[in-house]
């Protein structure tokens, strides 16, 4: 097996579980690639021989974002719902459905080119990991499809029928569907399962109903919840031992004491409260009181249409209270928590080699440059692309 240096690095990110400092941080340090793994890390003075060495020129090396949480299989577009709701109007659950019209009427050929380019797009600000939801199909047949989609990219696929009641539809039959035929025809498709539990989109009971048929067959569950206001949908998650709970915008501490007792990731979306002028969710509450936080873009065409983990790490910084050390180990190893994953979101002997090289000498550029393109290098599974 071939192996690769990776030295000169001002400053290596390796969020390493047994560090002194959170993000495991290195400064003059190198690292080993063996095949699609790490090997070794550690100062530059240090680091064992290797086949060949690549220096980075001393700028700074993280691991790849693992963003949690996107909507990547859809068509059309809404920028002038986002205009108009620039211009005042207030965002709502069922604008999902204009895109769901345009999804059902796209080819498979142009949604899996679509996502493609979203994916290739994600991967340029380093992006390395991606989850993929369902949810603008809304029929047997194009949920299913939407999922086969995304398999193409990502093992981390998500099976979310129970993303709003479609048009035609009450909402007992829409979740005996989705419980039942919809499900049966997406599973095999789906590693996870979701719900929006929202007002407007559905109540406790139905995501309830949503999630244990999901996990009855094998899938694992996730949720959206307390986005537009407080409700049921994170003490539900915590109850149920999901692996993650997202949004979490509007939390009694009733919820941030289950967060904490279970253990579900909170993975909060700041891009969303950018894209709809709402307000951020208290990263800092959820962090002081020991919660496990991730950041995730949900890059969808309808409250958030950014694809950037930078930038979600930028805001965190700026409007939740995290430190920068904070928000980047939520995109990494918060993210790769939040998938169940150890493999990913650390640069650890062992671990998968997806690594970032920063146009930068330190992480913190992350959010100190908003805005700034600082994707030096990707590297996937040891190679660099
Ligand atoms: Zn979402």
């Known amino acids: 097996m071939s192996s690769t240096l990776i030295t000169n690095i001002a400053e290596l990110v390796t969020n390493d579980p047994h560090a002194d400092d959170l993000l495991g941080t290195v400064q003059d340090a190198a690292l080993v690639v063996e095949g699609s793994t790490v090997a070794w890390t550690g100062p530059a003075a240090a680091a064992p021989a290797a086949d060949q060495q690549v220096d980075v020129g001393g700028r700074a090396v993280i691991p790849g ?5 996107s909507h990547l299989v859809f068509a059309g577009d ?6 108009a709701r620039m211009a005042g109007e207030s965002y709502a659950a069922g604008g999902i459905r204009t895109t769901v019209a345009a999804t059902r009427a796209a080819t498979d050929e142009q949604l899996t080119g679509h996502v493609a ?3 290739s797009e994600m991967r340029s600000q380093g992006t390395t990991t991606v989850e993929i939801k369902s949810g ?3 029929t047997v047949h194009d949920e299913a499809r939407s999922l086969a989609v995304a398999r193409q990219f990502t093992e981390e696929t998500t099976y979310l029928g129970a993303h709003v009641v479609p048009e035609g539809w009450t909402p007992e039959e ?3 569907l989705v419980t039942g035929p919809m499900l049966a025809a997406c599973a095999p498709h789906a590693s996870w399962v979701d719900a929006f539990c929202e007002t407007g989109a559905f109540d406790e009971d139905q995501s309830r109903a949503v999630l244990r048929a999901g996990i009855a067959v ?3 569950g996730r949720l959206h919840a307390n986005q537009l206001g407080e409700g049921p949908g994170v003490r539900l998650a915590c109850e149920l031992g999901l692996t993650a709970v997202d949004h979490c915008t509007y939390l009694s501490s009733d919820d941030v004491g289950a967060l904490v007792d279970s253990g579900t990731i909170a993975t909060l979306l700041p891009g969303v409260e950018f894209s709809t002028r709402q307000p951020y969710p208290d990263a800092r509450r959820l962090l002081d009181a020991g919660v496990r936080v991730a950041l995730a873009s949900d890059c969808n065409p309808g409250s958030c249409y950014t694809s950037s983990m930078p930038l979600c790490v930028a805001l965190a910084v700026r409007e939740m209270g995290m430190t920068a050390a904070e928000a980047l180990y939520a995109a990494t190893a918060g993210g790769a928590a939040a998938l169940d994953r150890d493999d990913v979101g650390v640069l650890t002997p062992g671990g998968r080699a997806d690594l970032v090289v920063l146009e930068a000498p330190t992480f913190v550029h992350l959010a100190y440059r908003p805005g700034v393109p600082l994707t030096s290098q990707v590297w996937v599974a040891g190679r660099p692309v």
């Open 174 to 176: 829409y979740v005996a």
């Open 136 to 138: 603008y199909g809304l």
């Open 218 to 220: 094998g899938l694992r």
């Open 78 to 83: 809404r920028s002038a719902e986002f205009a």
């Open 117 to 119: 380019r979203l994916v």
């Open 65 to 69: 974002f693992v963003d949690s949480h």
